[in-house]
């Protein structure tokens, strides 16, 4: 048995040199409020058990998933359970959308049932959840397993509707195509961008509107970088890198960026600016809306963070003559 390592936090665990999050009033949130240890974590629930409690009433059923994953899948069918989206970029946002005072107010008294892909997710954010509102909550509970525990075990489905969007070749599965929609399936099977489950969520290409449920072409939102749904017809026509030319009327936006406003181009957001709350930004003139958060994929900010992990393993060649206070290499005379 290979043990396992949490590598990624979702800025839940302290660290030395984190940033301080800001909350929705731009306050600086408590860095004790960020612990969530796992032993307070929610109940581990099979899929049967979940099954049940998805049925009962002043229960909310909270998705830890970013909302492009849920956007094509979710526990929105149970009769009793109100479903929850907090309309995340990413996982680390789930602390911000916690700090909101009317989501608190809505939680509280409720039974709160909390799920993701795998299950992993859930056990910070479980956590969190119990630290932050455990004394006003009727109970937090996880589905063990996750998504893909819950659709072995019930090969129709049960309450869930759509696809569960996973990170590997499969791309998405789904009760009636448990192979996934990736490469492992037939070409004739892939020609088609849209679920033969009537009851799936219903889901559009970000450009023609027409109805889609597949991220192929690793097309990305032109002004917050996630993941959007692009269908075959008008990944043909143009190419993505046209909106960086300044056609902004063509430029691919995600559904949350077109519901917020979102205009201002993630190719221009600084990593450094990552997380201020709706900047809006002049940009050629006119005012343009930030994102709150932003996704960089690859190279970027995160090639710089590498090396300048790298210089910091090798000693200042000016030693204590150096009077730079700011020098990216390590000084053992100054503790650092």
Known sequence: IIPVQELVYYGFHLQEKEQDLQDTDNAPINKEDLVAPLHQGGIHLNPKDYHDKLKMNNTVVIDVRNHYEAAIGR???????????????KSTDFAQWIQNSEIQENLKGKQVLMFCTGGIRCERAS???????????????????????????????GFWRGKNFVFDKREAV???????????????????GTTNNNNAPDTHCCLCGDPWDRYVG????????VPVLMCDKCMSKKKQTEADKGNKEDAPRCPLCKEQSITFPV???????????????AAGGEKRKAAATVLKWGGGHATEKKQLRKMKRKQCRFGSECNRNDCYFAHPDRGV
């Open 218 to 225: 690793k097309r990305k939102c032109y002004t917050c970088g």
């Open 75 to 89: 526990f929105d069918g149970a009769p009793g359970a109100d479903y929850i989206d907090p309309k995340m970029r």
């Open 127 to 157: 956590a969190y959840l119990n630290k932050k509102l455990g004394k006003d909550l009727t109970g937090v509970y996880q589905l063990k397993g996750g998504i893909e525990r819950y659709l072995q075990e019930f090969p129709d489905g």
């Open 267 to 281: 190719s221009q957001v600084e990593y450094t600016e990552n997380g201020l709350k709706g900047k809006v930004t």
């Open 174 to 192: 789904s009760a009636d195509n448990k192979a996934g929609d990736g490469g492992v399936v037939k070409k004739e099977k892939k020609k088609s």
